[in-house]
């Protein structure tokens, strides 16, 4: 990985050159702990301290408490005894949706229904307590949970939606189901035709069931919610992600969500570092307006790449693939664009400067990205473009070679498996299995790996993902998904901080607690690297600190503290 940048004789001259030339009071100590300072794939024995110094947001210093406190403490020094605590950089989460978790927050959560049945009561209680013509949305169901593992219909929907018009997104946000009101109002009947890049399921007649798949969400318009519903949706998001341990989130959601963050930002109040992705099917001229809204060097809030969809879901069965599903021979998936609109979008996009990332979950999705980022490459090279795949879930075993040779980086959610493991090879057969999810192949390949959640499609937790990443286990740990794949906990450590960092352009200062670099780090209930794996996904996070401010503690139900 020295691609990277990570080498040890460049961390530690860095901790050398400026630790000697800071001779300042800290404005923080933390000392007393069990420090985790980063990750070097290449040393079997990554650093660990018992203190570090803080000042101006970042980490003057670390080493032991003897010599930080003597060194660094001054009369307002703010002194913090960890208690022998883990502590480690703080989690930066590749791939979230702050947006849609906020919005389901505050609507109806279908996150974690066993049954239809519970899906139904979950929407009638909401439609008792909602006023005449109100929308029922929210989302989260997962029908491979249920016993019969069928989708739910439009007649399903209706029998407890009591008139309310409704519509629900799946986990993965990739097919909805809505009830008759809510396709009435959207105009869709047994003559309304697919749109490009989406289909709706139709039964007897040519009737439409209620499941709409990828674009034809789009056909219905939930009224928008109101800037207060809104403000309070993003800021329940935010609350979830500090108190897991993130301090950092990529993520995709509304523009006006983005909007919402810069207030954020100029009250004090907003509580993680945020790097938010533009759609890349967007005008050009829309996404560099946009990304010129805001600074690009504004550390706390700014705009990274364009976020393209190459495709749906393995759990849809609108992932696009190569060979039909095995468990569905006459589906191979929707693919979202043609190949030759594809790449000219990227070659004007790249000649633009951006950083693009395609979402693509299938093996022909991941070859479409792929062939878009060739193209860009010969029509408009550029010196460190980083490319992303978000998801990479399935790729044709030559594919790897590729990711390398173009520098692509893939963004991946090792939660993802604990879904997925119970129907994953039904869908995709023996063979293809044995590339999927495939984290250790990638390193093997040495293509950079950065994790993230997908944010509510799983739980922001990084912990579940960290479990899957060094088991490929179920969390009952009756089932494995191919664990030669399977990660070691300072490569997914890695992936979760770093790797995410590079992903992002912010390796050079974020990422690791060297001095220098922004004091983002979280403190657990116990250490990552030393419990059994099965202890990992209860982890329990003490305390998370942003920038040099914390943001939650354990037990604290206190607001964000104004910045000084």
Do not use: C
């Not at 004789?9 to 000697?20: E, G, K, N």
């Not at 439409?208 to 403000?231: C, D, F, W, Y």
């Not at 570092?273 to 533009?278: L, M, S």
């Not at 979202?336 to 790449?343: A, V």
């Amino acid at each position: 990985m020295k691609a990277l940048g990570f080498s040890a004789a460049l961390v530690i001259a860095m901790s050398t050159s400026l630790a000697s030339a800071q001779s300042r009071p800290a404005d923080a100590i933390y000392y007393h702990g069990n420090i985790l300072t980063g990750v070097d794939l290449e040393s079997p024995r990554p650093e660990r301290v018992t203190a570090m110094a803080v000042a101006h947001g970042e980490i003057l210093a670390t080493g032991s408490d003897a010599e930080i406190l003597a060194r660094y403490k001054g009369a307002d020094t703010r002194l913090t005894d960890l208690h022998g605590a883990f502590t480690m950089p703080g989690f930066n989460d590749a791939h979230a949706h702050l947006g849609m978790g906020g919005k389901i927050l505050l609507s109806v959560d279908l996150i974690g229904v066993t049954s239809l049945a519970e899906m139904q009561a979950r929407i009638r209680a909401a439609a008792e307590k909602a006023p005449p013509g109100q929308w029922l949305t929210g989302g989260g169901w997962d029908h491979t949970l249920w016993a019969d593992r069928k989708l739910p219909s439009r007649a399903d929907i209706d029998a407890v939606a009591m008139g309310h018009p409704a519509i629900f997104t799946r986990v993965d946000g990739h097919i909805a189901v809505a009830d008759s009101a809510a396709l009435e109002a959207a105009g869709i009947t047994r003559a309304t035709p697919d749109p490009a890049g989406g289909e709706i399921d139709r039964g007897t007649g040519g009737e439409p069931t209620g499941i709409l798949r990828e674009t034809a969400q789009g056909l219905v318009k939930v009224p928008p919610p109101s800037p207060e519903q809104r403000r309070r949706g993003l800021e329940m998001a935010l609350q979830d992600a500090v108190s897991h341990g993130v301090t950092t989130v990529q993520d995709f959601s509304d523009w006006d969500d983005f909007l919402v963050y810069e207030q954020m930002e100029r009250e004090g109040k907003l509580p993680v570092r945020i790097a938010e992705w533009i759609p890349f099917a967007e005008p050009l001229s829309l996404e560099q307006q946009q990304r010129a809204q805001h600074p690009l060097t504004d550390r706390m809030l700014h705009t990274t790449m364009l976020k393209g969809f190459m495709d749906g879901s393995l759990g849809s069965r609108t992932a696009a693939m190569n060979a039909p599903y095995s468990d569905d021979p006459g589906n191979s998936g929707l693919p979202r664009f043609q190949q030759n609109e594809l790449d000219a979008m990227a070659v004007e996009r790249a000649r633009a400067d951006f950083q693009m990332g395609f979402h693509a979950i299938g093996d022909r999705a991941v070859e479409m990205a792929l062939d878009a980022f060739a193209a860009a490459e010969a029509a408009a090279p550029q010196h460190d473009p980083r490319y992303r795949i978000e998801h990479s879930q399935v790729v044709s075993a030559g594919d790897f070679a590729r990711y390398k040779q173009l520098g692509v980086i893939a963004s991946m959610q090792p939660s993802h498996l604990l879904s997925d493991m119970p129907w994953a090879e039904q869908r995709l057969g023996p063979e293809r299995s044995k590339y999927a999810y495939a984290w250790k192949s990638f390193l093997d390949a040495g293509v950079p790996l950065a994790y993230g959640t997908d944010y509510p499609v799983t739980p922001i937790s990084p912990f579940p993902g960290v479990y899957a990443s060094v088991t490929r286990m179920n969390e009952a740990g009756t089932m494995t998904f191919h664990p030669e794949q399977k990660l070691n906990i300072w490569q997914t450590l890695y992936a979760y901080t770093q790797g995410s960092a590079y992903a992002e352009f912010a390796d050079a200062w974020k990422g690791k607690l060297a001095p220098g670099y922004v004091a983002d780090f979280v403190v657990l209930d116990r250490d990552l690297t030393a419990v059994a794996p099965h202890e990992i996904p209860g982890t329990q996070v003490l305390r998370t600190v942003v920038g040099g401010r914390t943001v939650y503690e354990s037990g604290s139900q206190r607001q964000v503290p104004e910045h000084p």
